[in-house]
């Protein structure tokens, strides 16, 4: 069982950035499709970012491109989550997710899932 915690979170001016992280605790990280998702109050949750095994290959939900950047250490066992011009409507608890052979905006397909982290966006 991989185990993920998501660090990072917290409160930001509009405009502002923020940098989350997701650590996982498996061994065989570098083998593991990776993925951000978030929610918001009474909202669905949603597809952010994924990134594949090597990094060299990412996706992104509309709603982020040109402000959001995934990446993914193997090494340190990290994926992260840049977050330039943030908007209000950025505002959500923001989930790490992973599975060994799913790379995709589904959350179905996930297996692996962290606690989530609070990103709040002011106006």
């Known amino acids: 069982q991989v185990q993920l915690v998501e660090s990072g979170g917290g409160l930001v001016q509009a405009g502002g950035s923020l940098r989350l992280s997701c650590v996982a605790s498996?061994?065989?990280?570098?083998?593991?499709?990776m993925a951000w998702f978030r929610q918001a109050p009474e909202k669905a949750r949603e597809f952010v970012a994924a990134?594949?095994?090597?990094?060299?290959?990412?996706n992104y939900a509309d709603s982020v491109k040109g402000r959001f950047t995934i990446s993914r250490d193997n090494a340190k066992k990290m994926v992260a989550l840049q977050m330039n011009s943030l908007k209000p409507e950025d505002t959500a608890v923001y989930y790490c997710?992973?599975?060994?052979?799913?790379?995709?905006?589904?959350?179905?397909?996930?297996?692996?899932w962290g606690q989530g982290t609070q990103v709040t966006v002011s106006s």
């Open positions: 997710a992973a599975d060994s052979t799913y790379f995709g905006s589904s959350i179905a397909e996930y297996d692996y």
């Open positions: 498996r061994r065989t990280f570098s083998n593991y499709y």
């Open positions: 990134i594949n095994w090597s990094g060299g290959r990412t």
